[in-house]
């Protein structure tokens, strides 16, 4: 491809993948690679992912006064979380990507028919304090493995039933802190792309002009029922990705 189709590309994946952040509150990561996985190869889909995702990760992150309560609550998910994000990320560099790919094919499957099942996992009550390390871990395997962030993290989070803000706080702390574990893991094995800086800028300004047209359609739209159609198309594609590994 030409350097200009790149940029067209990844702008246009980051633009619909900071639109679906901005109505339903993540699905950046998991939207970008999904659809740039297909042009780039798994490796160099995180990468270029990164950048955007830490940058618009920030915010939610740190806005919501509840930093310091989630942190004591919920800082064995995270520490386990990014501990197993660096140690999976060092092996994903160093092996072939077929598994990896197929293993982001079914992540992304499974994500979706949960999400279309709208099950609602029971509360862990007094198994949050081993429930917690351990999603941390698995969650972080697979974050390390495939980029996507959010498998089986998001569904254990609804288990605590918190506040939809409290919830949002909570996910972007994970989100921001399992991004900034990748970055590192990429940087100081030297896994970067040529040129993934010029992408990611590209991707960062898509990612945010995505997030405000997100929270336009919003307005317009049940989050509910664009949640339906997120969760089919994102089937779907999770599906061509499995097939086109395996077949591949």
């Known amino acids: 491809m030409e350097a200009v189709e790149f940029y067209l590309i990844t702008g246009l994946v980051f633009l619909l993948a900071g639109t679906v952040k901005g109505i339903v509150g993540f699905g950046l990561p998991l939207v970008s690679i999904t659809l740039l996985t297909p042009f780039y190869g798994l490796v160099d889909a995180i990468a270029i992912m990164l950048l955007p995702a830490v940058?618009?990760?920030?915010?939610?992150?740190?806005?919501?006064?509840?930093?310091?309560g989630l942190w004591k609550r919920l800082w064995p998910l995270y520490v386990s979380g990014v501990v197993s994000t660096v140690l999976a990320a060092?092996?994903?560099?160093?092996?072939?990507?077929?598994?990896?790919?197929?293993?982001?094919?079914?992540?992304?499957?499974?994500?979706?028919?949960?999400?279309?099942?709208?099950?609602?996992?029971?509360?862990?009550?007094t198994r949050e304090t081993w429930l917690s390390p351990v999603t941390g871990?698995?969650?972080?395997?697979?974050?390390?493995?495939?980029?996507?962030?959010?498998?089986?993290?998001?569904?254990?989070?609804?288990?605590?039933?918190?506040?939809?803000?409290?919830?949002?706080?909570?996910?972007?702390?994970?989100?921001?802190?399992?991004?900034?574990?990748?970055?590192?893991?990429?940087?100081?094995?030297?896994?970067?792309?040529?040129?993934?800086?010029?992408?990611?800028?590209?991707?960062?300004?898509?990612?945010?002009?995505?997030?405000?047209?997100?929270?336009?359609?919003?307005?317009?739209?049940?989050?509910?029922?664009?949640?339906r159609v997120f969760f089919l198309a994102l089937g779907a594609v999770g599906a061509f990705i499995f097939l086109r590994a395996l077949l591949s």
């Open 55 to 68: 940058v618009t990760n920030f915010w939610q992150a740190v806005t919501g006064g509840r930093f310091i």
């Open 137 to 227: 871990v698995v969650t972080g395997l697979i974050t390390g493995l495939t980029g996507v962030l959010v498998f089986p993290m998001a569904v254990y989070f609804q288990s605590l039933d918190l506040d939809r803000r409290v919830l949002f706080q909570a996910m972007g702390i994970y989100l921001l802190l399992a991004n900034v574990a990748l970055a590192s893991a990429f940087g100081w094995q030297g896994a970067f792309p040529d040129g993934v800086t010029r992408l990611a800028v590209v991707g960062i300004v898509a990612g945010l002009a995505g997030m405000a047209l997100g929270r336009r359609i919003l307005v317009l739209l049940s989050a509910e029922q664009f949640k």
């Open 90 to 125: 060092s092996v994903l560099v160093q092996i072939e990507p077929f598994w990896p790919t197929v293993l982001l094919g079914s992540v992304i499957l499974t994500y979706s028919l949960v999400g279309l099942a709208a099950w609602q996992p029971p509360k862990p009550g």
